[in-house]
C-alpha cells in the first residue's frame, strides 16, 4: 500500500521555521531592552545630580527634563532663563501640566499675578478630574488663594485619590473652610470621610465641628 501521500513531515524540515521564530523573538527582545535603556537613560537626569553642559541642548527633545532644568533654574533665581525653558517645554508638549503650572508659579513669583492666574485657568480647565497632576494643581491654587478651583478640586481629590494625598486634601480642606456652614457648603458629599479622617487621626476639635452633620 503506497502511503508516499500522507508521510508527515520530517523534524528536519521544520528547523528552518523554528530558527526564524527564534531568532525573530530574540530581536524583539533586543529592541526592547535597547528602548528600556533609552528610556532609563534619558530619564536619570531627572533624579541625579549629574551635570551637562549644555542642558538645554541635552534635554531638548523631554518636556519632562526641560520642565525639570526650569524648575532648578528657578530655584537659583534665573528666573529670566527659566521661564524660557519652560516655555521650551511647552513647545515641545503644549498640553505638559507641570510646564504650564511652573510657569504659572515663575509669573506669581516676578508680580505678574494676573498672568499667573489665566494660566492656572487654563491648566485647571485642561486637566479637570485627572489624578496625576491634581495634587500639584492643588498647591498652586492655594498658594493663589483660589478657592474657587480648590471647591472644585478637592472633593474630587477626596473622592477618588487615596492614602497620603487624600489626608493631605482634608487638611487643606480644613484648613481653607474652618466652619460647619463652609465645609457644608463646599464638601457637602465629603462629610463622613472628613469625620472619619479628623477621629482617625485625633483630631477632636474637628471631629466635632463636623460631627452635627454626621449626626443627622
Not at 48 to 67: G, I, K, Q
Request: positive net charge; hydrophobic residues 40%.
Amino acid at each position: 500500500m503506497n502511503t508516499e501521500g500522507t508521510r508527515k513531515p520530517s523534524s528536519g524540515s521544520c528547523l528552518p521555521q523554528f530558527v526564524l521564530i527564534r531568532g525573530s523573538a530574540a530581536s524583539c527582545c533586543i529592541l526592547l531592552s535597547l528602548l528600556v535603556f533609552w528610556l532609563a537613560w534619558h530619564l536619570q537626569y531627572e533624579f541625579s545630580d549629574r551635570h551637562t553642559r549644555n542642558p538645554e541642548s541635552a534635554y531638548r527633545y523631554s518636556p519632562l527634563l526641560m520642565t525639570w532644568y526650569a524648575e532648578q533654574l528657578n530655584s537659583a533665581g534665573k528666573l529670566t532663563k527659566a521661564e524660557r525653558v519652560y516655555q521650551r517645554a511647552i513647545e515641545l508638549n503644549p498640553l505638559y501640566p507641570p510646564a504650564w503650572l511652573g510657569l504659572a508659579g515663575l509669573r506669581d513669583d516676578t508680580g505678574d499675578k494676573e498672568h499667573a492666574n489665566q494660566l492656572l485657568d487654563f491648566i485647571a480647565t485642561k486637566t479637570k478630574d485627572v489624578q496625576r497632576w491634581a495634587w500639584n494643581k492643588n498647591l498652586l491654587a492655594y498658594r493663589f488663594g483660589r478657592t474657587d478651583i480648590l471647591a472644585i478640586e478637592l472633593p474630587y481629590i477626596i473622592n477618588t485619590v487615596p492614602g497620603k494625598t487624600r489626608d493631605d486634601a482634608i487638611r487643606m480642606a480644613f484648613s481653607i473652610w474652618p466652619t460647619l456652614a463652609e465645609l457644608r457648603e463646599h464638601l457637602p458629599d465629603q462629610m463622613p470621610a472628613l469625620f472619619n479622617y479628623a477621629v482617625r487621626s485625633g483630631r477632636l476639635e474637628q471631629a466635632l465641628i463636623v460631627w452635627p452633620t454626621i449626626a443627622t
